[in-house]
C-alpha cells in the first residue's frame, strides 16, 4: 500500500521567514496530493492541493511542488505570520479495493511554531 | 464548513464497555471515512463506506466495526474498549464526482478516554 513520509516533524522559524515542508510518497499510482492544517483542538482543513498532471500551485503565500519523477512534493509557506502556527498533513490518494473508492495516506505530520 | 458532525464529542469508558461514534451528514456524499489520530501516528484510517451497507477495512481496523444504514449516517463501534483506543476519532467525507480523489471535508472529532 502507499506509505508517505513527512519532514520535518517540527519546524521553528521566525516570522516573516519561509517553512518548508517535504512528503515522499511510495505507489507511483498517486495522482492527488492535497496539505492540510490542523489548529490545535480543531479539525484538519484543506488548505491547497495538486494533481500529478500540474508541477506546481500557488495560493497567495502558499505554494506546493510536486515532482512525480521523485515521488516527491513539497509545501511551501512565504512571509509566515503567528496565524500559520499548526500541525500540517500531506496526503496522497489511495485506491481502495471496495467499490472503486479513493481515499487518502497522510503523513505524520509536521508541528509548525512561528517564533515572533 | 461542510454539513458532518460527530457525536459524542467527548466520552470517558471503561476497560471492556461498547462504545458506538456517530457520523452525520447533511451533504449526501458517497463516500465517509473513520479515522484515528494519535501523537506521533498522524491520520490512520480505520473503515471506511462507499455506499450504503457497502463497508471495508482500513489499515487499524482490528477491533472496530462499522455500519452505514442510511447515506447520511456511519457509525464506528468498540465491541469491547480497550486502552490502546483511546483516541481522538475523526469522521470525513467526500464526493469525488467523477474527478477521482476529492477533498476529504473533516468532522468535529470525537475524543475517547478508555480507563
Known amino acids: 500500500g502507499e506509505n508517505v513520509e513527512q519532514h520535518p516533524s517540527t519546524l521553528s522559524v521566525q516570522e516573516g521567514d519561509s517553512a518548508v515542508i517535504k512528503c515522499t510518497y511510495s505507489d507511483s499510482a498517486s495522482n492527488y496530493f492535497p496539505w492540510y492544517k490542523q489548529e490545535l483542538g480543531k479539525r484538519p482543513q484543506l488548505i491547497i492541493d495538486?494533481?500529478?498532471?500540474?508541477g506546481e500551485k500557488k495560493d497567495q503565500r502558499i505554494a506546493v511542488t510536486l515532482n512525480k519523477t521523485a515521488k516527491h512534493f513539497s509545501l511551501h509557506i512565504t512571509e509566515t505570520q503567528p496565524e500559520d502556527s499548526a500541525v500540517y498533513f500531506c496526503a496522497a490518494s489511495i485506491k481502495y479495493s471496495g467499490g472503486g473508492a479513493d481515499g487518502l495516506t497522510f503523513g505524520k505530520g509536521t508541528h509548525l511554531i512561528i517564533q515572533p | 464548513d461542510a454539513g458532518i458532525t460527530q457525536s459524542p464529542r467527548h466520552k470517558v469508558t471503561e476497560t471492556g464497555t461498547p462504545v458506538t461514534l456517530r457520523c452525520h451528514q447533511t451533504e449526501n456524499h458517497r463516500y465517509m471515512y473513520w479515522y484515528r489520530q494519535d501523537p506521533g501516528h498522524g491520520l490512520r484510517l480505520i473503515h471506511y463506506?462507499?455506499?450504503?451497507?457497502?463497508?471495508d477495512k482500513g489499515e487499524v481496523s482490528d477491533g472496530y466495526s462499522v455500519s452505514r444504514s442510511k447515506t447520511e449516517d456511519f457509525l464506528l463501534t468498540l465491541e469491547s474498549a480497550t486502552s490502546s483506543q483511546t483516541s481522538v476519532y475523526f469522521c470525513?467525507?467526500?464526493?469525488?464526482?467523477?474527478?477521482?480523489?476529492?477533498?476529504?471535508?473533516f468532522g468535529e472529532g470525537s475524543r475517547l478516554t478508555v480507563l
Open positions: 463506506s462507499y455506499g450504503v451497507k457497502d463497508t
Open positions: 470525513a467525507i467526500s464526493d469525488a464526482k467523477g474527478e477521482g480523489t476529492g477533498e476529504l471535508f
Open positions: 495538486i494533481r500529478s498532471n500540474v
